[in-house]
């Protein structure tokens, strides 16, 4: 069974730091690339930041020197390091993997940036 489970989200002040966890079992470990996704509340979920499985990485505009995608040597766990976070950060992450054909989610973690 493929799974993906985030963690680390919680509340923040505007300026302050969180460090997201997506830990990937079963199929969710075979990623090739791996994308962490904010959806705000009332909004769509919106691509943050992504990275192949060969460490090619991609970040939203809105998050460049600010956000940082990286993923610990077995490549079972995908990190999202956030820094100088905003009011406007705020909304549930989500971790996607593709594997194969198939796009694999996650259940999704809270991120809450009061100002």
């Known amino acids: 069974q493929a799974q993906l489970a985030e963690s680390g989200g919680g509340l923040v002040q505007s300026g302050g730091s969180l460090r997201l966890s997506c830990a990937a079992s079963g199929r969710a470990s075979a990623w090739k690339r791996m994308g962490w996704y904010r959806q705000a509340p009332g909004q769509q979920r919106d691509l943050v930041a992504s990275m192949t499985a060969g460490g090619d990485k991609t970040y939203a505009d809105s998050v460049k020197g600010r956000f940082t995608i990286s993923r610990d040597k077995a490549m079972t766990t995908v990190f999202l390091q956030m820094n100088s976070l905003k009011p406007e950060d705020t909304g549930v992450y989500f971790c996607?993997?593709?594997?194969?054909?198939?796009?694999?989610w996650g259940q999704g973690t809270q991120v809450t940036v009061s100002s």
């Open positions: 996607k993997a593709v594997v194969g054909i198939y796009d694999i």
